[in-house]
């Protein structure tokens, strides 16, 4: 298989969270994806409990400083680095005050969990383009990254960096205790991200509307655990969609063929004499 470029825009990784199934996946599968030779980059949010000096993270102020418009209000982006030296990869946190730094955890509790989605997603694809890097696969992990498909096919179909990407988003058994408020379709609105895209999805939005939202935009499924909500596993079997079912044994080398799959290598152009 040819070397790809892989985004994994995460919700949790370990160690800068507790041990759970996603957050281990989080940081088990980006390193044995760049074990094959494939080129990564990583994101997560900045929580509340993630200790910057026991984890050794720096703000990169090149990527720094860009301000995020979400519901009228500008939002200070902060990008910050760390490394994982264990695992060899390195990863970038989306950070700000009000959406996560001054939060005490990673709950699913807040109100505001819906424009933290969405300046997570919108800081995440900003701070790639800074980057300049151009990913071949997006690999999406938990319901704070489930904005992201919707705004790599609409918002960001035209940027350099996502014109060609596809999306794969990973299906866990965890979920939201509440909805994402009644501004969520005003606040998630930007560019082609419209409106009208949204008028399919219930005007309160749970777990499974967000779910949706990031399924009818992917270009894949991996069912990350055994007990994956049933409900959105159904709505992407019935979209006749590409699906990886959970395996406890291989699974790296499984999605490393999905992504294969999803993206597979253009023809080399022939040669003429």
């Known amino acids: 298989m040819a070397k790809k470029k892989i985004l994994f825009i995460n919700q949790e990784i370990a160690p800068y969270v507790p041990d759970t199934l996603m957050s281990l ?3 088990d599968i980006p390193q ?4 094959k030779s494939h080129e990564i980059r990583i994101f997560m949010p900045k929580w509340g409990n993630i200790n910057e000096r026991r984890g050794q993270l720096h703000e990169v102020q090149r990527l720094s400083g860009m301000n995020l418009i979400i519901d009228d209000t500008d939002h200070p982006l902060i990008i910050k680095v760390a490394s994982i030296q264990s695992a060899k990869i390195q ?13 005490q955890d990673e709950g699913s509790d807040y109100s505001d969990n819906g424009e933290r989605a969405i300046f997570f997603a919108r800081g995440v694809l900003e701070t790639v383009k800074k980057l300049r890097w151009v990913p071949d696969v997006i690999h999406c992990q938990g319901w704070m990254s489930a904005v992201v ?3 790599i096919k609409t918002a960001y179909r035209d940027e ?6 596809k ?3 990973s299906l866990y058994t965890r979920s939201l205790n509440q909805n994402l408020g009644d501004n969520f379709k005003r606040c998630v609105e930007f560019r082609d991200a419209t409106a009208d895209l949204l008028k399919p999805y219930n005007d309160s939005f749970d777990f499974n509307e967000l779910g949706k939202l990031a399924i009818d935009y992917s270009d894949g499924i991996i069912q990350a655990d055994t007990n994956v909500n049933q409900d959105l596993l159904k ?3 019935d979209k006749e969609m590409p699906i990886l079912n959970y395996m406890e044994e291989g699974f790296a080398d499984a999605i490393d063929e999905f992504y294969d799959q999803i993206a ?5 152009e022939e040669i003429e004499d």
């Open 264 to 268: 597979p290598d253009a023809p080399e």
């Open 160 to 165: 350099p960096s996502y014109t060609n990407a």
């Open 235 to 237: 709505y992407a079997k």
């Open 25 to 27: 996946q989080g940081r």
């Open 167 to 169: 999306v794969v988003t």
């Open 32 to 35: 044995a994806i760049q074990e």
């Open 91 to 103: 990863v970038y946190f989306i950070d700000n005050d009000d959406y996560f730094s001054k939060r």
């Open 149 to 151: 498909p919707l705004y």
